[in-house]
């Protein structure tokens, strides 16, 4: 059974930086998509980035170009490279595989979280 570790959470200044890690415990090779996802307190859990194994990248509107979601297969790694951090990007981040809509293939994990102070 495939299980995500998210890391590299923190806590950082408005306008920082952090880079999230997800490292899986089986390979992704196979995965055609992987994508990270957040939800701040009192917030439902949404979409920030999702990434084919074509290159394919696709983003919520928040990310504004600020966000950079990449993989390497071969670490069974996912990331996301987070630049120009607001206080609204606070929340817990999670990675998992999405499947059809909202919906995910794997049982959320611990997430990690992200901090960013005004």
């Known amino acids: 059974q495939m299980r995500l570790v998210e890391s590299g959470g923190g806590l950082v200044q408005n306008g920082g930086s952090l880079r999230l890690s997800c490292t899986a415990s089986k390979s992704i090779a196979d995965v055609d998509a992987m994508g990270w996802y957040r939800q701040a307190p009192g917030k439902v859990r949404e979409m920030v980035a999702t990434?084919?194994?074509?290159?394919?990248?696709n983003y919520a509107n928040f990310v504004g170009g600020r966000f950079t979601i990449s993989r390497d297969n071969a670490k069974k790694t996912v990331y996301l490279q987070m630049n120009s951090l607001k206080p609204e990007d606070t929340a817990v981040y999670y990675c998992?595989?999405?499947?059809?809509?909202?919906?995910?293939?794997?049982?959320w994990g611990q997430g990690t979280q992200v901090t960013v102070s005004s």
């Open positions: 990434v084919r194994n074509s290159g394919t990248a």
């Open positions: 998992n595989v999405p499947t059809y809509g909202d919906y995910v293939g794997l049982s």
